[in-house]
């Protein structure tokens, strides 16, 4: 399931754990009970959670987290460099996967 940081419940979720609640530009990966994960990390979780070739970014767990949250950090930045301009949208079949949008 996904949730925007803007929607009332990503807004809950930041300020339920003390975090910035106008900083959008962050991941996390949230498990109830469990755990949450910020930027980096989250995305190593993720590749890892997909499994197949994804699996390789295991390496990347061996980097300290501060030198991989400035990767997720420069890449974040650059994003809108990296993919196309265009906003996205879900189709109806993508936004079963969101709480809220």
């Given amino acids: 399931m996904f ?4 929607s009332e419940f990503g807004q809950q ?3 339920e754990r003390g ?4 900083e959008f530009n962050t991941m996390y990966l949230w ?4 755990y949450y994960l910020i930027k980096s990390r989250a995305v190593l979780k993720i590749a890892d959670l997909l499994g197949g070739i994804y699996k390789l970014s295991v390496i990347g767990k061996i980097m300290p ?4 949250d400035t990767i997720y950090d420069t890449i974040s930045r650059n994003r809108m460099k990296l993919a196309n ?3 996205y949208l879900p189709d109806q079949h993508q936004k079963k996967k969101f709480i809220q949008i």
């Fill in 3 to 6: 949730a925007s940081l803007q």
């Fill in 65 to 68: 987290r501060f030198v991989s």
């Fill in 31 to 34: 498990k109830p009970g469990r």
């Fill in 85 to 87: 301009q265009k906003c």
């Fill in 19 to 22: 975090l910035d609640t106008k």
């Fill in 13 to 15: 979720f930041l300020s």
